[in-house]
C-alpha cells in the first residue's frame, strides 16, 4: 500500500479525500449533469463539456456509452465517484481529456495517448483520405510518415491500404514507444519499420533512394511567436516540440519538401498538412513550386471548408502520377 501511494502524481486528490468531501453525485445521470457543470464553468462549450463530461464518467465507472444510455439512474459507487471527481478536477485545470482517459479514436481506430505525444484530430483524417486516394491501385506502396507521433497517419494509412508498407519516423524516443505499441495494438506493427531522427534523417542509408511512393507529413505549423497564445489545453499539456514550425510555421515543411525528392519515385506523391487558418496553404504550395522537383501542387479543403492539406506529385521523365 505504501508503494502505491508512492506512485501516484504530487498533488492530485485522492479518493480518499475526495470522497471526504461528500458532494459526490450517487446516480450516473447525476454524476453526468454534475460533471457537465462543473465543464462549463471554466468556459467549454455546453454540447463539448456534455461529451467530455460522458467520455470520462464512463471510463472512472468503466461502462460502455450503451450502458450509460440504457441505465442512467443507475448508482455509482463511492469509488467510481471519487475517481470521476478527480478526473473531473482535473479536466478543469485544463489537462486534455484524451489525456486522462487515455485513448483517442482516429480514422475509426483506437489509439493510445499521452503527454508524449500530440493528440490526434479529426482534422487530419483528411490527409489520411488523400494519400490513400492516391495509392489505392497501387500493388504494394511504401510510405514514409515524417513525424508520427502517435502513429495515427502511418497506422491509419496501413490498415486502409492493406498492402503497404510503411517507415514512420519521428525525433522522440517517446512517442517513438507510443506509435509502436498503437501499431501492435492495431495490428499493422508488421508492417511499419520505425526510425528515430529529425525529418527525413532516418531515411539514410536504407537503399530508399527512388523508391518511395509516398511522403506524408502533419508537422508542426505553428508560428513560435504564436505558442503562447494556444489554448491552455493545448500549450500547457501538449508536446511543444509537436507544435512549434519555427518564425512562420514553415521550418519542418521546407526541411521535408527539399528532402523528400531523393527518396520519392517519379510521379510519387508529397501531402502535408497545414494550418487552416491564414494563408500557409498558398505558402507552402508556392515553396513546393520553386523547388522545381513536383508538378504544380494542389491545396485539398477539409469537410468544414478548410484549406487543409498541400499535395504534389514527384516530377520526371518517367512520371507517372497516381493522383
Known sequence: MRRRAAERKPGLPTP?????????????????????????TRGTPPEEAR???????????G???????IRPHAPLTAFAAAV??????????????????GHREFFGLDLLVDERVLIPRPETERLVEVVRDC????????????????????IALARALPRSRLLATDCSTGALEVARANAVRCGVDARVTWGQGDGLAPLAGRGLEGTVDAVVSNPPYIPTAEMPCLPEDVRDHEPPEALDGGPDGLAVHRAILRGAPRYLRSGAALAVEVAATGDQARAVAALIAAEGAYAPPVVVRDFAGAERVVLATRRGRDADSRC
Do not use: F, K, M, N
Not at 450516473?28 to 449533469?33: E, L, M, N, S
Open 16 to 40: 480518499v479525500q475526495i470522497l471526504s468531501t461528500g458532494q459526490e453525485p450517487r446516480t450516473r445521470q447525476a454524476a453526468w449533469q454534475w460533471g457537465e457543470a462543473r465543464l462549463r
Open 63 to 69: 461502462l460502455s456509452r450503451e450502458e450509460l444510455l
Open 135 to 154: 495509392l489505392r491501385a497501387h500493388p504494394g506502396p511504401l510510405i514514409v510518415d515524417v513525424g508520427t507521433g502517435s502513429g495515427a497517419v502511418a
Open 51 to 61: 461529451l467530455e463530461a460522458e467520455v470520462l464518467l464512463r471510463h472512472a465507472a
Open 84 to 101: 470521476y471527481a478527480g478526473l473531473i478536477a482535473q479536466r478543469v485545470s485544463g489537462r486534455p481529456t484524451a489525456y486522462l482517459v
